[in-house]
């Protein structure tokens, strides 16, 4: 049974960090490229990051760059988003996602992705 969970999310104060998680079971992260996502109250779901599976190279949107950090943990079955420097306009619902494709990720489409997480809440307010 393929499944994602995310973890990791919170409320912090502008400034801080936070580190989300994103762990699989039944399927193994090295062999897909993970995106992350996230959804604001009223806005659509934007992808912000991404790891590719072969060259594991990675990408960020403009709004992130700099701030946010994706990595793997093979050993974990795990891939994390580390989020430094928090602002308030970063207050949304995470959400990692999986495709398996040999592409870059970053010429992956949303609507590709197989598998999703539930999401994590991330809050940034004083």
């Known amino acids: 049974q393929f499944e994602l969970v995310e973890s990791g999310g919170g409320l912090v104060q502008p400034g801080g960090s936070l580190r989300l998680s994103c762990t699989a079971s039944?399927?193994?992260?090295?062999?897909?490229?993970i995106g992350w996502f996230r959804q604001a109250p009223g806005k659509e779901r934007e992808g912000i990051s991404c790891?590719?599976?072969?060259?594991?190279?990675?990408y960020y949107t403009d709004s992130v760059k700099g701030r946010f950090t994706v990595s793997r943990d093979s050993a974990k079955n795990t891939v994390y988003l580390q989020m430094n420097s928090l602002k308030p306009e970063d207050t949304a619902d995470y959400y990692c996602a999986v495709v398996s494709t040999p592409r870059s990720c970053e010429k992956v489409q949303r609507y590709e992705y197989d598998y999703w997480g539930q999401g994590t809440q991330v809050t940034v307010s004083s």
């Open positions: 790891i590719s599976s072969s060259a594991g190279t990675t």
């Open positions: 039944g399927f193994t992260l090295d062999y897909y490229a």
